[in-house]
């Protein structure tokens, strides 16, 4: 059965800090690591989505990398903004049967003080 | 383009009720996922459509809640009776799964609270 973990649960750096927000999987049959982004109130944003043969991702300050074998992801923001206050939950697609689902982590929930 | 479409927003209803639950998926998207989301037990996958047709619904907690998607436009999660611990947050994503695999879109759920 396949767990998805994120350490720390909440993270508070100041404005400005490079910061890595971490994910680990154990069934490492994944067949794509997904990053969200969740303000309060509203539903999930897509971030990053790495397929399995992929190692890593990028859009503008954000990079996620993924390793099947260590069964980690990662998340790496750049130059962090208040605006990037938010949790952050990362997902793996894994297949059972013909059925595929997402199974997500509990998130970490990001402060970045101006 | 409209995004996934979730209606009500907030519903506060009496224990014993009927709750119906409602999603707009974005138009072209093949797949429509609902999931519930508690603080306990963070986010749960609870069934899913693909061309309208439910694949898994091994997420549905109980013979209390259906879920239906009559047409590629429209789905409907139901709880009947609803019970206070049915209380979260309940989201629909929608997205088109094609090669490997697409990102899915969220709606911006429905907060719902039984007394």
């Known amino acids: 059965k396949q767990e998805v973990t994120q350490i720390p649960a909440a993270l508070s750096v100041p404005e400005g800090e490079n910061l890595v927000l971490n994910c680990s999987f154990t069934d490492s049959a994944i067949y794509n690591l997904q990053w969200f982004r969740q303000d309060p109130g509203k539903g999930l944003t897509s971030l990053l989505l790495?397929?399995?043969?992929?190692r890593e991702q990028t859009s503008g300050r954000l990079n996620a990398s993924l390793d099947k074998s260590s069964g980690r992801s990662t998340l790496y923001i750049a130059a962090s903004q208040p605006g990037d206050s938010a949790t952050y939950l990362c997902a793996g697609l894994g297949w059972s049967g013909n059925t595929g689902k997402l199974i997500f982590g509990q998130g970490t929930t990001l402060q970045v003080k101006p | 383009d409209a995004g996934v479409i979730q209606s009500p927003r907030h519903e506060v209803t009496e224990m014993g009720q009927e709750v119906t639950l409602r999603c707009k998926p974005i138009?072209?998207?093949?797949?429509l996922f609902w999931y519930r989301q508690t603080m306990m037990r963070g986010l749960e996958l609870l069934i899913y459509?693909?061309?309208?047709?439910?694949?898994?619904d091994s997420g549905m907690p109980e013979d209390r809640f259906s879920a239906k998607m009559p047409n590629a436009s429209f789905s409907t999660l139901k709880i009947q009776p609803s019970e206070p611990r049915d209380s979260a947050v309940y989201f629909c994503?929608?997205?088109?799964?094609?090669?490997?695999?697409?990102?899915?879109?969220f709606g911006d759920g429905t907060r719902l609270s039984i007394l």
């Open positions: 790495i397929q399995s043969s992929q």
């Open positions: 459509f693909n061309n309208n047709v439910p694949i898994d």
């Open positions: 994503a929608s997205s088109h799964i094609e090669g490997a695999g697409q990102p899915q879109h």
């Open positions: 138009s072209g998207h093949d797949y």
